[in-house]
């Protein structure tokens, strides 16, 4: 049987490719597990808020917060990154009453994710009742409830 050179070509090139693919299967299907596990593996942390009334202590619980002085603000924020700004909200609901512009491990609009940033907030002489502070924070596609909630008396 007599082949001609276009067709020895063809058949060499095949057996090439075949012994190719075959030598590095295993490396293959190993790669793509590798990628499988991976993803598996990245977990989803949304952004925290904390408030304390003392800048030395990250997080207290329903701290109390005097007219005219401030109250701290600590952001762990989450795998996907959260906003710039930490918006105030009183406990019970409503309207934001205040925002704050984080600027530690923060650029652009945006808090780089996996990082911790901080801010401070003077509560005015106006104010009394709880309030909590709020981050944006695009994990979760909406603002970190409940979280960073403080008292003014």
């Known amino acids: 049987m007599a082949f001609d050179k276009r067709t020895t070509l063809m058949i060499l090139s095949v057996l090439m490719i075949v012994a190719i693919v ?15 596990e991976a993803r598996e593996a990245y977990e989803v942390v949304p952004s925290k808020v904390y408030a304390s009334n003392d800048p030395s202590i990250v997080k207290m619980d329903n701290p109390i917060v005097r007219n005219g ?3 701290y603000f600590t952001i762990e924020v989450g795998s996907e ?20 512009e984080l600027d530690e491990n923060c650029g ?3 808090c780089r994710p996996d990082r911790v ?5 003077r509560a005015p002489q106006s104010w009394e009742g709880k309030y909590c502070g709020r981050a944006w ?14 008292t003014v008396l």
């Open 81 to 100: 990154g959260a906003k710039r700004r930490l918006a105030i909200y009183r406990a019970e609901g409503g309207p934001r009453v205040a925002q704050v």
């Open 22 to 36: 075959g030598l590095n299967f295993e490396q293959f299907t190993g790669q793509l597990i590798a990628k499988k």
């Open 137 to 150: 924070d695009y994990t979760i596609k909406q603002y970190t409830i409940p979280g960073g909630c403080f």
């Open 108 to 110: 652009g609009n945006k």
């Open 117 to 121: 940033t901080w801010a401070d907030y």
């Open 69 to 71: 002085k401030k109250v």
